[in-house]
């Protein structure tokens, strides 16, 4: 019963171009939600977040939109750089613990 | 400040055996979470604790246990392993208990292989 889905394996982009990862959510009461990045052989990263009383949260190159109606959330990267190619995963902490997404790989094409 | 570290990073193990796992978490840090990484099922939680004690479990076998010291150390230990028990296991590390919205920092992880 998965929670949090991303429904694209993988996304393949140009570099300079805009990246858009998406992440779709089954449960309304959740109200914190995160984006982590990994590289292989590394753990993830946590990137950005945001609370459900927002719908727009920036940080640099990196945006995160939310979409309460639509249990949506997506992650925008512009410009996209080749150093970005990664798995990003959407999480949520429900009850203390963090509820991943399957991941999306991003290939950034120079 | 250092980051999360885990020991050891690379561990091959053959089924029946045990394995223990340990974590330190970044200084003052009190919580620590583990997460298996799995190519089928992806990051799932295991569990968390607090100040020695766990506090929430995800939904592994009884076979997955932990334990945290008064210093934030962790460990965790597999028993009886199999060979679906192969994966990353990771480590996150948070200065409040996880789902106080803050940040989890994680380590680079333990590649189990269980032949």
């Keep these: ?110 | 400040k250092a980051g999360v570290t885990q020991t050891p990073r690379y561990l091959i193990k053959t089924r029946g055996q045990q394995v223990t796992l340990s974590c330190s978490p970044i200084s003052g840090h009190r919580s620590v979470s583990w997460y298996q990484q799995t190519p089928g099922q992806g990051l799932q939680f295991l569990f968390e604790y607090f100040s020695e004690t766990q506090r929430n479990k995800g939904n592994f076998p009884g076979r997955f246990s932990g334990r945290q010291f008064s210093n934030s150390r962790s460990e965790m230990n597999v028993s009886t392993l199999e060979l679906g028990d192969s994966a990353l296991y990771l480590c996150a590390s948070s200065l409040d208990p996880a789902g106080a919205q803050d940040t989890q920092y994680f380590g680079p992880g333990t590649r189990l292989t269980v032949l």
């Design chain 1, 1 to 110: 019963d998965q929670q949090v889905k991303q429904n694209s394996p993988s996304l393949s982009v140009q570099e300079g171009r805009i990246s858009i990862l998406n992440c779709d959510y089954t449960n309304s009461m959740f109200d914190y939600f995160l984006w982590y990045k990994k590289y292989p052989a590394e753990g993830p990263t946590f990137l950005i977040s945001i609370s459900s009383i927002k719908d727009k949260n920036e940080d640099g190159r990196f945006t995160v939109f939310l979409n309460k109606s639509a249990k949506h959330l997506s992650l925008h990267i512009v410009p996209s750089q080749p150093g970005d190619s990664a798995v990003y995963f959407c999480a949520v902490t429900p009850a203390g613990k963090l509820i991943f997404g399957q991941g999306t790989e991003l290939s950034v094409k120079p």
